[in-house]
T-cell receptor
Framework: EPEVTQTPSHQVTQMGQEVILRCVPI?????FYWYRQILGQKVEFLVS????????KSEIFDDQFSVERPDGSNFTLKIRSTKLEDSAMYFC????????????FGNGTRLTVT | EDKVVQSPLSLVVHEGDTVTLNCSYE??????LLWYKQEKKAPTFLFML????IEKKSGRLSSILDKKELFSILNITATQTGDSAVYLC????????????FGKGTKLTVNP
């Protein structure tokens, strides 16, 4: 069964550094998302992306965050200047269409900011 | 503010027991309710519910939605140690990007 693939599985970075988290959604999917889960807390919506543009973003998704779909297959989340509180598991997700199609999640990237 | 509340937050049972996990919600534009199982990493999809009163079943797992009372339950019969996981309830909202609003999850531990 096709999967959403995320790399790396774990990223350690120093505060203030830029990180790029990468995702390859399922190939015929059209809607792409980033969610995050801080350890011990609930999964939170960050941003949704459709037709090469952001369709919605949460309050968490401030100017330090950006998303791109540079080549039609990869979907990236960039954090420009990481903070300690950005430490979390970041999940990429995608689904095919809006009718009865569940969201499929990747295995996540654990980001640790030191 | 959209809200999803799951109960209990954790549950410890013995193999063979039956469990019922609860999810209540308050959202402005409901589209569907989803259950996911989260073991170590990615939430894996279990059920998507859009209509009231129609039970969805997959093996020992079943789920039903009540759109009048705004809740859903997930039942697991004859539990096995492999059912140990965090079960996440999420409500999909419509009118924008169909994002999911998650509850905190129920951590189920099944002991042999």
């Amino acid at each position: 069964e096709p999967e959403v693939t995320q790399t790396p599985s774990h990223q350690v970075t120093q505060m203030g550094q830029e990180v790029i988290l990468r995702c390859v959604p399922i190939s015929n999917h059209l809607y792409f998302y980033w969610y995050r889960q801080i350890l011990g807390q609930k999964v939170e919506f960050l941003v949704s992306f459709y037709n090469n543009e952001i369709s919605e973003k949460s309050e968490i998704f401030d100017d330090q965050f950006s998303v791109e779909r540079p080549d039609g297959s990869n979907f990236t989340l960039k954090i420009r200047s990481t903070k300690l509180e950005d430490s979390a598991m970041y999940f990429c997700a995608s689904f095919r269409d809006r009718d009865n199609s569940p969201l499929h999640f990747g295995n996540g990237t654990r980001l640790t900011v030191t | 503010e959209d809200k999803v509340v799951q109960s209990p937050l954790s549950l410890v049972v013995h193999e063979g027991d039956t469990v019922t996990l609860n999810c209540s919600y308050e959202v402005t534009n409901f589209r569907s309710l989803l259950w996911y199982k989260q073991e170590k990493k990615a939430p894996t999809f279990l059920f998507m519910l859009t209509s009231s009163g129609i039970e969805k079943k997959s093996g020992r797992l079943s789920s039903i939605l009540d759109k009048k009372e705004l809740f859903s339950i997930l039942n697991i019969t004859a539990t096995q140690t492999g059912d140990s996981a965090v079960y996440l309830c999420a409500v999909e909202t419509q009118g924008g990007s169909e994002k999911l609003v998650f509850g905190k999850g129920t951590k189920l531990t099944v002991n042999p």
